[in-house]
């Protein structure tokens, strides 16, 4: 059924994305970047729905019997977003908020 290979798709591109991510962590480069745990994330960019977001592809991978985004629904710190300003942006965006860094004193 067409519900069924949609799932698997979904599923199977989570498998590649978390494995992706994965990889990239492990590179050196990445492991001198800030690493957050997911309060952290939310609480810099809380308008991004992360914990649904990283819960959705663990979902996903458990339909191969796969573990993904385990540890980044921890409280490790694993989370390494590498331009953290883009993702205050896009939460303030998703939220409806201004585009203003959060240091700007609202207008008189």
Do not use: H
């Not at 991510?21 to 309060?39: C, E, G, I, N």
Request: proline share 9%; glycine share 6%.
């Amino acid at each position: 059924p067409a519900g069924e290979e949609n799932a698997a798709g979904g599923a199977a591109e989570a498998v590649w994305v978390e494995s992706l991510l994965m990889k990239w962590t492990r590179d050196a480069k990445f492991q001198r970047k800030q690493r957050y745990t997911l309060r952290q994330l939310e609480d810099m960019a809380g308008g991004v729905p992360w914990r649904r977001f990283f819960t959705y592809i663990r979902d996903g991978c458990r339909i191969f019997n796969a573990s993904c985004s385990e540890v980044l629904l921890s409280e490790e710190d694993r989370i390494i977003p590498t331009k953290p300003l883009f993702f205050q942006r896009l939460s303030r965006a998703l939220t409806g908020a201004s585009s203003a860094p959060p240091s700007t004193p609202p207008p008189p």
